[in-house]
Nanobody, 115 residues
Framework: VQLQASGGGSVQAGGSLTLSCTASGSIATINDMGWYRQVRGPGRELVAV???????NYADSVKGRFTISRDNAKQRISLQMDRLKVEDTAYYYC??????????WGQGTLVTVSS
């Protein structure tokens, strides 16, 4: 599975950005897809995830502001980020989790929110 992320950039606090991630390869093996973010250091925070069952989870810090959507026909997920805060500044990574337990990662895309 290969993941190609797009979107990101710079915006002022209160603004909006959209991230997209398109999957190719063995798509049928994918269960969950979503976004992590990393500010600094080795740890990544799960931002939002959508499962093949339709279930969606969000980090508490983004609930009500971010919306993840999944288009199975286009093999793509999107993350609509509204009312962005300075603390949302991070590298965002798209990922896909296979039923086998394997994880695949897209390249990081930088989101910068200025005050």
């Amino acid at each position: 599975v290969q993941l190609q992320a797009s979107g990101g950039g710079s915006v002022q606090a209160g603004g909006s950005l959209t991230l997209s991630c398109t999957a190719s390869g063995s798509i049928a093996t994918i269960n969950d897809m979503g976004w992590y973010r990393q500010v600094r250091g080795p740890g990544r925070e799960l931002v939002a995830v959508t499962f093949s069952s339709g279930r969606i989870n969000y980090a508490d810090s983004v609930k009500g502001r971010f919306t993840i959507s999944r288009d199975n026909a286009k093999q793509r997920i999107s993350l609509q980020m509204d009312r962005l805060k300075v603390e949302d500044t991070a590298y965002y990574y798209c990922y896909a989790g296979a039923y086998s337990g394997e994880y695949y990662w897209g390249q990081g895309t930088l989101v910068t929110v200025s005050s």
